[in-house]
């Protein structure tokens, strides 16, 4: 029931990334200037890239305390019997979530701005062409769905990022444990060993948004 629930978790998670991805990109990208597009894509995805980073450092600290705090026996890492509190990191990201999932929602549909954006032109001239109903919006959206498999920039784009996560998911997932075991390394330390990967990664994108904008 517990890996039930944890499954759960993660796969909610996976939802609300996933729009992300879907929609905050396109967001960005529709509501600044197209000289500036890059350079603000490139904070935005490197500060994604820190998170993670982050995250393996409050993972570390959580797990320097035991796993119900304030009840721990005699006992100290790297006994036997010694467990972290590895829930603490969830409540602690969940709480923050809930503070700011509210602020954005409040972002309206479109930033107001004088610039003429692409999306605002194409609104309207594709005014007439808006599903009016929710079968319209599903035929809709499959021809959309239909129209990106016939384009092959998109499909193999696509394919290359798949093949990327293929390979850098268990990286990025076990290197952490990978310094516990290989180095000798407590869990509380390993985390914090992880943590330059993640910041090396996320300058590299800052810096080549930067890059590409000039």
Not at 45 to 60: E, I, Q, Y
Not at 67 to 87: I, Y
Not at 91 to 112: D, E, H, K, N, T
Request: hydrophobic share 45%; net charge negative; with cysteine.
């Amino acid at each position: 029931s517990g890996m039930a629930i944890i499954f759960i978790g993660f796969f909610i998670t996976g939802i609300g990334t996933s729009f992300f991805f879907s929609f905050g990109i396109p967001y960005i990208d529709d509501n600044v200037p197209k000289n500036a597009s890059p350079a603000v894509l490139g904070m935005v995805l490197g500060a994604r890239t820190l998170g993670p980073g982050l995250g393996f450092v409050l993972g570390s600290a959580s797990l320097s305390l035991y796993v119900a705090p304030g009840r721990a026996p005699d006992l100290s890492e790297g006994d036997d019997g010694w467990l972290g509190a590895w829930w603490l990191g969830f409540v602690v990201v969940g709480s923050l979530l809930a503070i700011i999932a509210p602020v954005l929602a409040l972002f309206p549909q479109r930033l107001p701005g004088e610039e003429q954006t692409d999306a605002l032109r194409r609104e309207k001239e594709d005014d007439q062409s808006e599903p009016s109903s929710p079968a319209e919006f599903v035929e809709h959206t499959l021809a959309c769905a239909g129209r990106l498999a016939r384009n092959k920039i998109y499909v193999f784009n696509l394919l290359s990022a798949i093949s990327f996560l293929i390979g850098f998911v268990g990286f990025g997932t076990f290197i952490p444990k990978y310094f516990e075991f290989h180095f000798r390394q407590e869990a509380t330390k390993s985390g914090y060993a992880s943590l330059g990967s993640s910041v090396a990664t996320g300058l590299g994108v800052i810096i080549s948004g930067q890059v590409i904008a000039r």
